[in-house]
């Protein structure tokens, strides 16, 4: 803030030890010894000084690690802390200055003050404080005892020092007015250190008991300061900051130097201490953390190190307290209430009482070693003491690292108790202690644990947490305040003290005391809880009532509830009452205002609904003719009403009053609007002082005779886009609001609305529907430096010549008005002191007293301050404030019922309840008298319906016409239906709840099984078979068994093309070239004989280098067959695929069972277990289980069907046996076999089929058992079942069986019936003899019959049983197989686990692996392109040495025999000389234009075996007179150029050499990484090894499960069992004769292998043999042609290279260019030749001054026959050259191709032949344009 900034600028600057101090005389004692310029020096360069501490160094940048250390020193601050030094800071340290131990500043001087506005006249005395009423209870430390005396703790912006004994108040203030963070006092008492809040805060020393400031150290922290210790030597302090920076900082107090300083964490840190023991050592805790700190040296110098505390198994917990042991140790309280012990930045235990009971009962605040004993404060109000030394050697007994001990003694403070500090000091020799209880209240406690112990004593009550509301009496000096904590506290502000206080089991959140037209004596109190209630409650005098006998009044004040209303049901926030007294307005969070008619009782009115939660009310002050309420709303809207009439109310059947007259205000922000105004008006200003510059700017250039120049006028820039309009989402709080006229008002809003008063109207519009209202203010008045700070409270004195104002900051600002209407002009000077925190103390209330002499302000921070209004305090010493006396007949009245019950009905509900009560009762008397009515005509009936029985039948009446309507009964049965639709209806919801229900359970049950346990049963024995319950295996099973986990794949590549295309290729792209320059030169015209000449040569080339390339083609294809048998000769080290192949197989199969618990054990590769191969041995197990468990219940199912189709045969044949039984005796009857029936576990899905009867029997079955339970429990009956299931389908749902069952007997019952007729005929009629015998076959054949069916029933019976016994053996087996793979599974499952837990070091170590092996594999990679780059650069260099080996050969044969001049030209060859380009210079004005070529001139080289003296110098571009001019070409072609040459091969060899050496560098580098990497791998594979091993012998420690018969076990000790089978191994019988046949096989094999090796042996021998006789053949072949080579030849050739350089090629391109230039000479020659012609005739022509030969004629004559004569040696000299070539091998080096360069065409000098060599040099041939001439 701004008022701020220039309070701090007062006392920012360090003060004068010369100055004097008033109030502390003893100021001048250090003035002498501390000028005020070192004082300065000092505290501006704080952070560069260096201490005389014998630990302090100056160190290098901090750096914080968050798992291990932080390091910091007295010039560096992390990251986030980091500050850009200052000029003074950069500058070089100064000389050390101490400050002088008497040095004091000057509080005056320090600390802050109120801020006035310039020339506004206000007195700076405007409000003095007077008393503070308050205690901040919820700060964590706010309680310090300097003596037994004086007890200090923080309010607000100042420290308060309170008198135990007079109970009096010394004030500090901060001196930044930003707050105070933290107060701590010096071991010694001597001295205290206030560390504050705000910008750069600054940690103030305080010496006591003078309160002198004696030392200010700043720079400390970003924001505020939130903790601090002394060490117990005293001679430094700690301090840790809070949010952003959360800085620690060491330091030397007395020096106001930084010794250390580190960012403690990154969040809330609440304690920091120094070591009692060690106080090299620190702790910090704070939110989730606990922090050991350490001061030690390292190569940079002192540094603080931090080790953060782990929490391990133990939950993370906010730590309040801790106490640091002697030896080391930590003990720290948790959330929980238990105690950690930390050891080494570990828990080493944690501490609980007996039953794993928590220490306290809540968070653990405070943690004391005092005088050997471990004290403890906790939330629940407890103080207990601990054993130390049993704590201190306390150790974990188990896994839970809990270790249970009990207190040794322990205090209770008392109920509703919440302790978070205690501080010690001792009265007469004796400890006392004073305790702050966080719910409003000082302690003083006595903790010796004897006899003697004392109570503890209630010192001091006070509200807990902030404070809701505040008012004055408006009759004397008296004031009341509640809060949350449900107390109502009344002080006496005169006196400073409390007089009385109550409380109510709710928060008070609004409160009002009745003004004095309600109540004269001022007596009277409304007051609003957080539970809807208004309790109105009277404050009097109890010394006004009768003494009883006995009894005393000594108390200054009592609170009597007088009446307890509810009229709202959410918090009470707002409380008026009118300006008459007659009506009192309510409040609330519920949207609703309540008015009630005052009188002895509150009568409820009625209430009225808003739009919103109701901030504030207020009536319209006695100036307004109408009395209205102005309500105001959080959420924007503003209404007004007047005050209801109670009789024109109708409250009969509710409170809601609708008719009331209501105007609307929806406020619409227009801030973003005022603000673009601002920006525009800006700009708007920007641009006429730019203008206005612009012309001063030109007057004074013309004033000074300067010409101005009207030039083009400059564009302007592109002025930024405005900001666009901006209307928050969320609409802005109302805070506080006034009326200002009828119909007007003010308004302060929070929020983006903040930082201005807004002046509202309400509109006549009152068709608009309030929601979509927006109304804006008319008029807005800026407020200064409230645009995050917004007014929150706003009062008047009763004159309105003084405006207050509470800010959010808990800043307090007055306005002076001149005029009682505010306007734009009277809020510019102000007042302002920031008096409450300014963090969380906003002014929740400000009242003036009823005769303007004082001001309250309660504050969220707890405090209540009295100041003085523009008088002294000592003015008021004659002021006492009166308390009001009691009504008379009080003391006879009996106790207000007040309504204790949170959820009590409000006053409209209860009114409503008593309607509905009504209603309902008017309803049940309808209903009783039709229900007599109803009884008596039923009685009637009754009654004629036995008359009508009396009477004789014939007279009775039929019951039909006692029906009078049958329209009635339809009528009755389509209502019926209606409702049963109407039922269907209602229930149809709870209908699809159930069926879906259903789904989902038969969807997580029943659908995710593939097979339930269906169980088969024989028919005639017990013998049963059931399936196995299968859950459906999941897809992705099927999915990894369908996709291999691996597949491979071979690529292809496409064969290179042959060589022998891309060579010809090659070669025919040097004859495209050639014949496209050749088509370049035709002409259009008539071709000449010279031409087709041409086309004829290169014809020819054309087919000899066709045949070339046969040759050199059949060259390389039998080079070609040569490579490809060499490459099939098997090298050295070749070894047999199928040999390798048989070795790795018997490796891996040859039998070696090596135990895999042996040390020297190596898992092999492929044997190597990791988690994903196990995953797909489970999975692949688990679906072999699921496959054959399927296989086996399809099985049984097939099973059942055979049941069903038995008993399904079955029936038939007793029905047919039935049948055949009517035809027989009963004797002669045999019985009827027992059809099988199914059993229900047989078909386990009838289970889900049900019908009405089933549902119907069932529900019969729950209700039983719900009577039942009633009976047994005495409880009411649950509700009726409810019907609605869905019948199911009898015929389509029905199985065959039952459908068989019910479909056969139709079917047979009618045969029965005509057989038993037919036998009842033949028994009444006689039979004759051949009925008879007929009767005796029918008789003999049902016989046959009877006993054949019996036979078939048994048959199947026993068929069935077989099956199912057969079936059951399968499965037994199948069990026996389950058995053992689950116990499989759940081996390997116990191995994935053990493979899972070493996956994460077996990655990292396979991870390893691979990166080497990459890396290896790349190094090779590159180092095998080293060493074939070094191949090709050896190659280059061989080339080179050969070319200069023949270029020396050249040159020899160029000198030829015995040439005098052998001996100069040599030395002129072996000349060193610097390389340089030629150039050629010619002009036409030059005589016979010679073309002379310069080169750069260098000194002859001397030669060693020559007798020249060394100094001799002689010039090689000049050829000797001596020399012939027969050898002139030699010298200027042969010997220079290849001079020149000779030096370019030794360039490129010696670049050469030079790349190859640092190939050979880079290739020994390579090596050696190589090698580096192959030990890295070699030590990475063993660690790998070593981990599969280790990974082995875990697995190993796992038990697997092996079931062994008797007869199994072979393993015997002395013919007996062994107990122990832990030597004992497990083979397979087939592994057991697989190693002893093998014995038998590896014997047979040995044989073998020996006879194979004796052939192989034999066999060696004769090839060894017959290589010799071939390498001797070999040589003789060789020898004999290299003789015939010699005879032939005279030297050896190679027949390859003369085959491939027959045919010369370059040089018939050569012979071909040649031509083509003596044909384009010539026609140059004809050309001249004409031109001379036509000179000669123009000669003869001339007159006679022309007649004759001018010189210029001649001299171009003369350079013509020059010129041919040239051109013509040039030809000779190339056709000799050609000849020369000819002769030779074919080999024409470091020719060049034809190329066209700015108008020439060029060809590279090659080597020339000399005269009677057989190789030669030819000069360079240079084709230029027709006026450039060649030459030497």
Not at 446 to 459: A, E, G, I, K, Q
Not at 572 to 599: H, N
Not at 622 to 646: D, W
Not at 845 to 862: A, E, H, N, Q, V
Request: hydrophobic share 35%.
């Amino acid at each position: 803030m701004a008022d701020e900034d220039k309070n701090t600028k007062s006392f920012s600057s360090p003060p004068s030890g010369k100055e004097e101090m008033p109030s502390f005389p003893r100021e001048e004692e250090g003035a002498d010894e501390k000028p005020a310029e070192d004082a300065q020096a000092d505290h501006s360069d704080v952070q560069e000084s260096k201490t005389s501490l014998p630990k302090e160094s100056q160190a290098a940048e901090e750096q914080e690690e968050e798992v291990e250390q932080v390091e910091s020193d007295t010039e560096s601050i992390d990251a986030e802390g980091t500050e850009v030094p200052s000029e003074e800071q950069k500058r070089p340290e100064k000389v050390e200055t101490k400050i002088s131990e008497t040095f004091f500043y000057n509080y005056e001087d320090i600390c802050s003050r109120p801020f006035v506005t310039e020339d506004s006249g206000i007195p700076i005395n405007l409000l003095t404080f007077k008393h503070s009423f308050g205690y901040d209870c919820t700060r964590s430390v706010n309680l310090l005892l300097m003596d037994s005396q004086t007890l200090m703790y923080i309010a607000g912006n100042q420290v308060v020092l309170l008198d135990l004994k007079t109970e009096s108040q010394r004030y500090l203030r901060s001196s930044s007015s930003g707050g105070i963070g933290f107060i701590t006092a010096h071991p010694a008492k001597q001295y205290f250190a206030v560390g504050e809040k705000g910008k750069k805060p600054n940690l103030i020393i305080y010496d006591y008991p003078s309160l002198r400031p004696y030392r200010i150290l700043r720079g400390g922290t970003e924001e505020a300061y939130a903790f601090g210790d002394f060490n117990n030597a005293g001679s430094l302090l700690v301090s840790v900051g809070s949010s952003p920076d959360y800085m620690l900082t060491i330091w030397d107090w007395k020096q106001e130097k930084i010794v250390l300083r580190s960012k403690a964490f990154s969040q809330d840190v609440y304690r920091v201490t120094f070591s009692a023991v060690n106080e090299e050592q620190l702790t910090t805790s704070g939110a989730g953390h606990i922090k050991f700190w350490k001061m030690a040296f390292t190569f940079t110098g002192l540094k603080l190190q931090g080790a953060l505390g782990r929490f391990g198994k133990t939950a993370v917990t906010d730590i309040v307290g801790y106490v640091e042991l002697p030896d080391g140790k930590v003990i720290s309280g948790t959330e929980w209430g238990n105690f950690l012990l930390w050891e080494g930045g570990l828990i080493k235990v944690e501490l609980c009482r007996a039953g794993h009971k928590p220490c306290h009962s809540g968070p653990v605040s405070q943690l004391v070693l005092d005088e050997g004993e471990l004290v403890t404060v906790g939330k629940d109000g407890f103080i207990r003491v601990w054993n130390f030394e049993k704590i201190d050697a306390a150790d974990s007994v188990d896994d839970t690292g809990l270790l249970e001990m009990e207190p040794m003694n322990e205090l209770h403070v008392g109920k509703n108790v919440s302790l978070s500090f205690m501080s010690k000091v001792h009265e007469r020799g004796q400890p006392v202690w004073y305790a702050q209880d966080t719910n409003g209240a000082i302690w003083k406690l006595d903790l010796t644990f004897s006899n003697m112990t004392r109570d503890p004593v209630c010192l001091y009550t006070f509200h807990s947490g902030r404070i809701e509301a505040m008012s004055v009496s408006p009759v004397t000096y008296l004031m009341a305040t509640t809060a949350l904590d449900g107390s109502v506290r009344i002080y006496d502000f005169i006196s400073n003290t409390q007089l009385s206080e109550v409380k109510f089991n709710r928060g008070g959140t609004a409160l009002t005391w009745a003004p004095r037209v309600v109540n004269p004596k001022g007596s009277l109190i409304a007051v609003g809880f957080e539970d809807g209630v208004v309790r109105i409650i009277e404050v009097y005098d109890p010394k006004g009532l009768p003494v009883l006998a006995g009894q005393a009044n000594t108390e200054n004040a009592e609170i009597n509830l007088k009446q307890a209303l509810k009229p709202h049901s959410a918090a009470v926030t707002a409380l008026a009452y009118e300006r008459s007294g007659d009506v009192l307005a309510t409040g609330s969070k519920d949207k609703t205002v309540f008015f009630f008619a005052v009188g002895d009782e509150y009568e409820p009115i009625g209430f009225i609904c808003v739009p919103g939660p109701v901030q504030a009310l207020q009536w319209s002050p006695p100036s307004h003719v109408k009395s209205t309420l102005l309500i105001l709303c959080e959420n924007g809207f503003v209404l007004q009403v007047p005050a209801p009439l109670p009789e024109e109310q109708d409250t009969a059947s509710t409170y809601q009053i609708k008719n009331l007259p209501t105007q609307y205000f929806h406020f619409h922000s227009i801030k973003s609007r005022i603000k673009l105004e601002e920006e525009i008006a800006v700009r708007e200003q920007n641009k006429r002082e730019e203008k206005k510059a612009k012309l001063e700017l030109i007057k004074q250039q013309q004033e000074m005779g300067k010409e101005v120049e009207e030039g083009e006028p400059e564009e302007e820039p592109e002025e930024e886009p405005l900001p666009p309009l901006y209307i928050p989402e969320e609409p802005s709080p109302i805070l506080c609001g006034f009326y200002s006229a009828p119909g007007k008002f003010w308004l302060s809003l929070g929020g983006y609305d903040s930082g201005f008063l807004y002046h509202c109207e309400f509109s006549n519009d009152h068709q608009v529907d309030p929601e979509n209202r927006k109304d804006e203010p008319f008029e807005v008045i800026p407020i200064e430096d409230a645009d995050d700070n917004p007014i929150h409270q706003i009062s008047f004195c009763t004159s309105r010549l003084l405006m207050f104002c509470g800010l959010q900051n808990g800043a307090l600002r007055v306005y002076p008005l001149q005029e009682k209407d505010l306007s734009g002009n009277a809020l510019k000077e102000y007042w302002s002191f920031n008096v409450h925190d300014n963090d969380y103390g906003q002014i929740r209330g400000i009242c003036s007293s009823y005769d303007d002499r004082f001001l309250i302000t309660c504050g969220g921070d707890g405090n209540i301050f009295t100041f003085n209004i523009l008088s002294p305090e000592d003015a008021h010493k004659e002021l006492k404030a009166k308390i009001p006396s009691p009504r008379s007949g009080l003391e006879k009245e009996k106790a207000t019922e007040d309504i204790e019950d949170p959820g009590a009905y409000n006053i409209e509900e209860v009114k409503q309840k008593k309607e509905y009560e009504r209603k309902m009762k008017e309803a049940e008397e309808k209903k009783n008298k039709k229900r007599e009515e109803l009884i008596a005509l039923r009685q009637e009936f009754l009654f004629l319906l036995q008359k009508n029985q009396e009477l004789p039948k014939h007279m009775q009446l039929p019951r039909e016409q006692y029906k009078m309507d049958h329209r009635i009964f339809e009528e009755l049965d389509r209502q019926t239906a209606q409702r049963i639709q109407l039922v269907q209806k209602e229930l149809a919801w709870e209908n699809e709840k159930h069926l879906i229900g259903l789904q989902k359970l038969r969807k997580q049950f029943r659908d995710s099984l593939e097979f339930d346990t269906v169980v088969v049963r024989a028919i005639q024995s017990n013998h049963q078979i059931s399936t196995y319950r299968l859950l459906a295996m999941p897809e992705k099973y099927y999915q990894d068994k369908e996709h291999p986990s691996w597949k491979r794949t071979v690529l292809k590549r496409a064969g290179k093309q042959a060589e022998e295309e891309e060579i010809v290729r090659e070669t025919r792209r040097d004859t495209r070239i050639f014949e496209a320059e050749t088509e370049r030169l035709k002409t259009s015209g008539v071709r000449k004989p010279t031409t087709r000449y041409i086309e004829s040569k290169r014809e020819q080339v054309r087919r000899t280098v066709e045949q070339s390339d046969k040759v050199k083609a059949k060259i390389r294809k039998r080079k070609a067959e040569w490579d490809e048998l060499y490459k099939s000769k098997p090298s050295d080290d070749y070894e047999n695929p199928k040999d390798v192949e048989d070795i790795r197989e018997a490796r891996e199969n040859m039998g070696y069972y090596r135990l895999k618990t042996a040390t020297d054990y190596r898992v092999p590769e492929h044997k190597r277990m990791n988690p994903e191969k196990k995953v797909m041995q489970l999975t692949s197990l688990e679906v072999l289980i699921h496959e054959r468990k399927v296989n086996m219940n399809k099985e049984i199912l097939s099973l059942r069907d055979l049941k069903v189709s038995v008993i399904d045969k079955i029936k038939c044949l007793v029905q047919e046996l039935k049948s055949i039984h009517t035809a027989l005796d009963l004797s002669e009857r045999l019985p009827l076999p027992l059809i099988p029936q199914l059993y229900p576990d047989e078909v386990p899905e009838k289970k889900f089929e049900y019908d009405t009867d089933i549902l119907l029997k069932f529900k019969e079955e729950q209700e039983a058992k719900a009577k039942l339970q009633e009976q047994l429990e005495g409880t009411p009956s649950s509700r009726a079942f409810r019907h609605g299931f869905r019948r199911a389908s009898s015929i389509k749902e029905m199985d065959p069986v039952a459908q068989a069952r019910r479909a056969r007997p139709v079917k047979t019952a009618p045969s029965v019936v005509t057989e038993q007729r037919k036998a009842f005929e033949i028994e009444k009629a006689e039979p004759t003899g051949m009925e008879l015998e007929i009767l005796k076959r029918e008789k003999i054949k049902n016989l046959y019959l009877q006993e054949t069916l019996i036979k078939k029933i048994n048959a199947l019976v026993l068929h069935f049983d077989a099956e199912l016994r057969f079936l059951r053996h399968e499965k037994l087996k199948l069990d026996v197989q389950m058995k053992s793979a689950d116990l499989c599974y759940i081996t390997w499952y116990e191995e994935l686990l053990v493979l899972k837990s070493l996956e994460k070091q077996e990655n990292l170590l396979q991870g390893r692996v691979n990166s080497l092996v990459s890396e290896q594999e790349a190094v090779r990679v590159k180092l095998n392109s080293y060493l074939a780059q070094m191949e090709d650069k050896k190659c280059e260099i061989t080339k080179l040495q050969e070319c200069e080996k023949a270029l020396y050969a050249n040159f020899q044969a160029s000198l030829g025999e015995n040439n005098e001049f052998a001996h100069f030209l040599t030395k002129v060859l072996k000349k060193k000389t610097k390389c340089m380009e030629k150039k050629g210079v010619g002009g036409e004005a030059e005589e016979h234009d010679k073309e002379e070529e310069k080169g750069e001139e260098s000194s002859l080289g001397t030669d060693k075996g020559n007798s020249v003296s060394e100094d001799e110098v002689f010039d090689d571009s000049i050829c000797p007179k001596t020399i012939a001019s027969c050898w002139v070409a030699l010298f200027q072609v042969s010997t220079i150029q290849l001079r020149q040459k000779r030096l370019d091969v030794e360039k490129a060899l010696t670049a050469e050499k030079k790349v190859a050496a640092n190939l050979r560098k880079k290739c020994s580098a390579l090596a050696k990484k190589v090698r580096i990497v192959g030990t890295s791998l070699e030590s990475a594979e063993r660690e790998l090894e070593t981990f599969q091993w280790e990974k082995q012998q875990r697995l190993n420690e796992l038990y697997v499960v092996v079931p062994l018969k008797l007869h199994q076990v072979e393993y015997l000790v002395n013919g007996e069992m062994p107990g122990d089978f832990s030597q004992a191994l497990v083979f397979t019988n087939q592994a057991l004769e697989f190693l002893q046949k093998r014995t038998v096989d590896l014997h047979n094999e040995k044989l073998t292998q020996r006879e194979i090796y004796k052939k192989a042996q034999e066999h060696r021998k004769w090839l060894v043999q017959e290589k010799k006789e071939m390498e001797i053949k070999i040589r003789g072949l060789e020898e004999r042609c290299r003789r015939l080579m010699m005879e032939k030849f005279g030297r050896l050739v190679d027949f390859e290279a003369v085959q491939a350089h027959s045919v010369n090629v370059r040089v018939e391109e050569l012979e071909v260019q040649i031509m083509e230039k003596e044909y384009m000479h010539a026609q140059e020659l004809r050309e001249w030749e004409q031109l001379e012609t036509k000179l000669d005739l123009l000669k003869k022509d001339l007159g006679g001054e022309f007649q004759g030969t001018r010189a210029a004629d001649i001299k171009e004559k003369v350079r013509l026959e020059s010129r041919l004569e040239h051109v013509a040696g040039d030809t000779a000299f190339l056709r000799k050259e050609l000849r020369l070539l000819s002769g030779t091998d074919g080999c024409v080096r470091e020719l060049a191709l034809p190329s066209s360069e700015g108008g020439r065409l060029s060809l590279q000098p090659p080597p020339l032949q000399g005269p009677g060599t057989p190789t030669a040099s030819s000069p360079g041939l240079t084709t230029e344009t027709a006026t450039d001439t060649p030459g030497f």
